[in-house]
Nanobody, 124 residues
Framework: QVQLVESGGGLAQAGGSLRLSCAAS????????MGWFRQGSGKEREFVAA????????YYADSVKGRFTISRDNAGNAVYLQMNSLKPEDTAVYYC?????????????????WGQGTQVTVSS
């Protein structure tokens, strides 16, 4: 059974940092594109960041560009999201996702596997 499990969420002050991790089990995603999405209360799920396989090309939503960094381990067992200069508007449940393709994907329907999410709350 394929599972993605996020961790590292919690409470942070504005301007602070958090590092989210997503661990994969059941298979490796060494040849898969992976990404992070988030969903604030009463809002739709939105794209945050993505990383492609092989090229390790990355892409970010404008709202997080320059503050967040996505990375992955070479074995394909984990993906990370380093979040710096956090803002209250970053408050949301953060989900990691993995796809059966290698290219960058910014749309949620393009992903095949999803984690359960981890709550990030940023206080002002």
């Amino acid at each position: 059974q394929v599972q993605l499990v996020e961790s590292g969420g919690g409470l942070a002050q504005a301007g602070g940092s958090l590092r989210l991790s997503c661990a994969a089990s059941g298979r490796t995603f060494s040849r898969s594109a992976m990404g992070w999405f988030r969903q604030g209360s009463g809002k739709e799920r939105e794209f945050v960041a993505a990383i492609a396989w092989r090229t390790d090309s990355t892409y970010y939503a404008d709202s997080v560009k320059g503050r967040f960094t996505i990375s992955r381990d070479n074995a394909g067992n984990a993906v990370y999201l380093q979040m710096n200069s956090l803002k209250p508007e970053d408050t949301a449940v953060y989900y990691c996702a993995a796809a059966n393709v290698a290219r960058l994907i910014t749309m949620a329907p393009g992903y095949d596997y999803w984690g359960q999410g981890t709550q990030v709350t940023v206080s002002s």
